[in-house]
């Protein structure tokens, strides 16, 4: 966070000096990469014009108060929703709170552009508008503090989708850094709480074990909101063949996601590769997309005391400040090369967000 504030005041001490060359040129946005084209909306494909674009995971710096004002960057790209983390398990109760009260004030503030989604009607409304819609979700489930009855607070509140561990394993279930620890007593109680509040039930960063688990259990689809299949790039937060099937049996989704580590080369025909993939082996019906666009980009989000190489071993090669995430200026372009591809309309419409809209109608009733 330092060093973003640190750019971020350079940049502006730097404006009244210098004279770009062309003033015309719009400014390229961070993580677009230099030869990359920034599609105008006129290049746009008409299905991602006028289709629902889900993006099923993004992080905004996890403080009270914050600016959301950085989703605009999702907003000008023609995303028509996206989910917005609110806690991590390292994030104690009070915090995701905070987290919440300002996300909701903030959104409530910006209704003119901004909407806080807790339907698909909502959705549909947002997009007839030309707004953002916002919910959040949770990544892990510490913040519970063991309560069976936060679910229904949380999703009271804006929360629409939820993991129950966050890379290491907790009380309730095991993360995809941790000792392949299944669900516990309370964590299969956990799962059927979501599922009868109305919640998306999400396993990225779960163990193995504990995503087969609850796939096995809940009653409603299940989606990694934003994991990438093993076998285009190895890596624990990844998901092997066995894991991506179980999923489409349950009706869900596998979305793929920007994050260098877990995707390899952060350009488009990387993300193609990855969704190619898990299309040959569950059907487009079961394919969708969460960049995890990360708008801060260095762990602020860890209280002090919290050991950083606890919460992303060395081995996990994440490395904030330094890795690739895929901006969301290059929604456009997916949509353009899923055509280019040979996706019919039908299926890239339905990968872009059709397969979003289905499942969180299924869930969030
Ligand atoms: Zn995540």
Not at 27 to 41: A, C, M
Not at 55 to 73: E, G, K, T, V
Request: proline letters at 6%.
């Amino acid at each position: 966070m330092l060093s973003f504030l640190l750019a971020a005041g350079a940049a502006k001490m730097a404006q009244p000096q210098a004279e770009p060359a062309n003033m015309n040129q719009p400014k390229r946005p961070r993580g677009l990469k230099p030869t990359e084209p920034l599609l105008s909306r006129k290049d746009w494909p008409v299905l991602y014009r006028e289709g629902i674009v889900w993006d099923a995971h993004a992080c905004l710096p996890l403080i009270p108060n914050a600016d959301m004002s950085p989703l605009q960057r999702h907003r000008e790209a023609g995303v028509t929703y996206v989910s917005v983390n609110v806690g991590m398990d390292f994030n104690p109760l009070a915090d995701c709170i905070r987290v919440i009260a300002g996300f909701r004030d903030w959104l409530a503030k910006h209704d003119d552009h901004y909407c806080l989604a807790g339907s698909i009607a909502d959705v549909a409304r947002a997009k007839e508008t030309g707004k953002l819609a916002v919910s959040f979700d949770l990544e892990g489930s510490m913040m519970l503090n063991d309560d069976l009855a936060m679910i229904g607070l949380f999703r009271d509140l804006g929360v629409r989708q939820m993991h129950l561990a966050y890379n290491r394993d907790n009380q309730i279930a095991g993360g995809c850094h941790g000792e392949d620890q299944g669900l516990t007593d309370l964590g299969r109680a956990v799962v059927k709480e979501i599922n009868r509040v109305g919640m998306i039930m999400d396993c990225s960063h779960s163990s193995r074990a504990t995503s087969l688990e609850i796939m096995q259990l809940s009653s409603k689809p299940v989606v990694f909101s934003h994991s990438n299949p093993s076998a285009v790039r190895a890596h624990p937060r990844n998901v092997d063949d066995i894991q991506i099937k179980a999923c489409a049996e349950t009706g869900g989704i596998i979305a793929i996601n920007g994050i260098g580590p877990f995707l390899g080369d952060d350009r488009t025909e990387t993300i193609l590769a990855h969704i190619d993939y898990v299309v040959k082996k569950v059907g487009a019906k079961h394919v969708g997309i969460g960049i995890d666009y990360s708008f801060d980009q260095v762990h602020t989000d860890l209280p002090p005391g919290e050991d950083a190489a606890y919460w992303w071993p060395k081995t996990s090669g994440v490395d904030f400040g330094k890795m690739a995430f895929v901006p969301p200026e290059r929604w456009p372009a997916i949509a353009v090369a899923l055509l280019k591809n040979g996706y019919s309309e039908a299926d890239a419409t339905a990968i872009l967000g059709g397969n979003f809209m289905r499942v969180a109608g299924e869930s969030w009733t």
